[in-house]
């Protein structure tokens, strides 16, 4: 399952955005805008056309692949109804594709995992086993550098976020560059680096699917 964060639509619907859903633990909004390059190109474009990239390649290798959107015309989904297509689909990895808005400074990618917060216990450590594995695949596929500004070497465990608090299957977040730092940003509105950070992507969950 690949779920590329935020949609076209939140921003003028920010109603439907802030309404609180259950995360697991505790209630969050829906959803958010994202980020976005100084220049202006929206995170939600650049996780819309990289998991389209993930997709393509991995189909073309014989997967089974599901979306949670598949275009930037509209709202959400929610962050609950992100996990439950996940859940349902009864994926064998998942993952949430992201971009930062991080101090203009800071530079490079990190990968979420889930920390245990209970209801999601059976899937933290085969979670983290998919971490490692797209954190590889990513650094070799693009040459980014792992984010200077948060996490240790690439990687971070969290418990904030529904998307992994309420995964029922092993799940992680990307965030594959700052979109606030202009190389970064040079980057992630290159569709050749796009491209590298969908075949790193799908290297990852490819080297996790087969025990690697």
């Not at 076209?8 to 309404?19: E, L």
């Not at 999601?120 to 984010?147: C, F, M, Q, W």
């Not at 290297?203 to 690697?212: D, S, V, W």
């Amino acid at each position: 399952m690949i779920d590329p964060g935020h949609n076209g639509g939140n921003a003028a619907d920010p109603a439907a955005i802030n309404k609180l859903v259950w995360a697991g633990t505790f209630y969050k909004p829906c959803d958010t805008t994202g980020t976005a390059t100084n220049g202006g190109y929206p995170e939600y474009a650049f996780t819309m056309d990289v998991a389209l990239r993930v997709a393509s390649i991995l189909r073309a290798q014989g997967a089974k692949v599901v979306l949670t959107r598949s275009s930037s015309a509209g709202v959400g989904p929610c962050i609950n109804v992100r996990a439950a297509i996940g859940n349902e689909a009864h994926a064998d990895a998942a993952i949430s594709i992201h971009a930062d808005g991080g101090p203009s400074t800071g530079y490079g990618f990190h990968v979420i995992a889930p920390g245990n917060v209970g209801i999601n216990s059976a899937i933290v450590k085969p979670s983290y086993r998919l971490a490692l594995d797209v954190r590889s695949g990513y650094a070799s596929g693009t040459g980014e550098h792992t984010a200077t500004y948060v996490a240790t070497n690439g990687l971070t465990v969290r418990t904030d976020l529904g998307g992994l608090n309420l995964s029922t299957v092993p799940k992680v977040f990307i965030e594959c560059a700052n979109m606030r730092n202009a190389a970064d940003a040079a980057r992630v509105t290159s569709a050749a680096f796009r491209q590298r950070a969908a075949v790193g992507i799908a290297a990852g969950i490819t080297a996790f699917l087969r025990g690697h």
